[in-house]
């Protein structure tokens, strides 16, 4: 569900036309609603009553300070994987004790930072990783709580790229292995074991995966306590999938996946973080264009926008489908013809859909691409020296600028030309 609605003919967010967004703010732009925002993580939030949880949004999803704060005042924690998005969560308003600390690529600097600055927990993915986050407590004089990060070699059955619990991934370590890790994490100055953490991918639709993996997790929980350890905490990571196509069957709800997690580790009495990103963000915001250019050929008609891949990559880099949707309602019972939907970015990747079946288009007429509030804005770039789209919020009747579209001297300023050249 999301609250973005044709209202006389108008597609609005919440109760804001959109196309009033577009002529105050210039498009392309990002929006997002504050209302399916809070709907999503309270639909988390209430599925896992039956036991102490937390639900942290997965930052890398949609890291704007704005949204973030939002959530983070309905109680969410914040799963973060690098400095900066720990920077935004903080900046947020959300405190350590809710922040959770992912990634592979931890570095000391990273460490140090979130230790300091309070942390809930470091979900650990290697030995290295382990043995250096140790050495930084210790020479802080502080106590790091550490989740080991298990691959349990279950294969999520989503795309190839965004596959994280199998040998081959690079994430984690190999389920396998588990126990020697622990012992030494309880051998080492400075770590203190707090429970389990597993994430095996995103986008799933198909909730057998995530039982595959929480079994296997269920089973070391019990192995792990045998040996001593005090595995009062399950981190069960995010990946619960959303309806990219509006006619798709809709994947698992939230109070499915809870049930699931319930009848799989729910006999442990361990507290539960989850880290849903796409559920939470992704039908939270559209991405507003114009049409610059209909081009027609013989056999093919293109809708070049003032979007491009640099704005927008997952369908360059995913193959990724996104609903498109003009922002003017056509009447019932309009002709559609094929569309391929093009961006002006110097890259025949630089498609969003080919033969897409949309009303007739023109010059300044204004599309949404739906479902973009996840793993959108957050990978854009200046390709092309294309300045960053901005992100718009609404809530009611109410809408603000979120980050402000800079200006092409505000991008040139931050290169330098040394003295010498």
């Known amino acids: 569900m999301d609250h973005f609605l044709y209202r006389d003919g108008r597609l609005h967010a919440e109760d804001v036309d959109l196309a009033t967004i577009a002529a105050e703010v210039g498009t392309p732009f990002y929006c997002y609603s504050a209302a399916t925002l809070t709907r999503h993580y309270r639909l988390f939030d209430d599925a896992l009553s039956f036991a102490d949880h937390l639900v942290c949004f ?38 350590g004790a809710r922040i959770v600390f992912s990634g592979v690529g931890k570095t000391r600097e990273e460490m140090a930072r979130a230790l300091e600055g309070g942390v809930r927990q470091f979900n650990v993915e290697s030995a290295p990783e382990l043995r250096a986050l140790s050495e930084v407590a210790t020479g802080l004089c502080l106590t790091a709580p550490v ?3 298990v691959n349990p070699d279950v294969d999520a059955r989503t795309h190839e790229k965004i596959s994280t619990g199998r040998k081959q991934d690079k994430f984690g370590i190999a389920i396998e292995d588990a126990p020697a890790r622990y012992a030494e994490a ?31 997790v269920a089973e070391l929980t019990v192995e792990l306590r045998a040996q001593g350890h005090d595995i009062r905490r399950l981190d069960l990571g ?27 580790v729910g006999h442990l009495g361990c507290e539960i973080e989850i880290e849903p990103g796409r559920l939470v963000a992704g039908n939270s915001g559209v991405l507003v264009a114009s049409v610059v250019y209909l081009k027609e050929a013989a056999e093919r008609r293109w809708l070049i926008l003032d979007a491009g891949m640099n704005d927008l990559i997952r369908p360059a880099m995913y193959g990724a489908h996104h609903d498109i949707v003009p922002l003017a309602e056509p009447p019932a019972g309009v002709d559609l013809t094929e569309h391929d939907v093009v961006g002006p970015v110097c890259e025949s990747a630089d498609t969003f859909a080919r033969t897409r079946l949309l009303p007739p288009m023109g010059p300044g007429d204004l599309l949404a691409f739906r479902s973009a509030g996840a793993y959108a804005a957050v990978m854009a770039s200046e390709y092309n020296s294309r300045p960053l789209v901005p992100e718009v919020l609404v809530r009611g009747d109410q809408f603000a600028v979120i980050r402000a579209r800079p200006t092409i001297d505000e991008m040139l300023a931050r290169d330098s030309i040394p003295e010498w050249l």
Do not use: C, W
């Open 58 to 95: 997965a930052v890398k999803a949609l890291s704007n300070v704005a949204v973030l704060k939002l959530l983070g005042d309905l109680g969410a924690g914040m799963d973060v994987v690098s400095g900066g998005e720990y920077a935004r969560a903080r900046a947020a308003g959300v405190p």
């Open 147 to 149: 989740a080991l990060r």
């Open 186 to 216: 309880a051998a080492l100055p400075g770590i203190e074991v707090v429970g389990i953490d597993v994430h095996i991918g995103s986008q799933l639709i198909d909730l057998d995966p995530f039982e595959q993996a929480y079994r296997k």
């Open 238 to 264: 995010g990946g619960l999938g959303i309806p990219y196509q509006r006619d798709n069957a809709p994947p698992p709800l939230p109070a499915d996946y809870a049930r699931m997690v319930e009848r799989t």
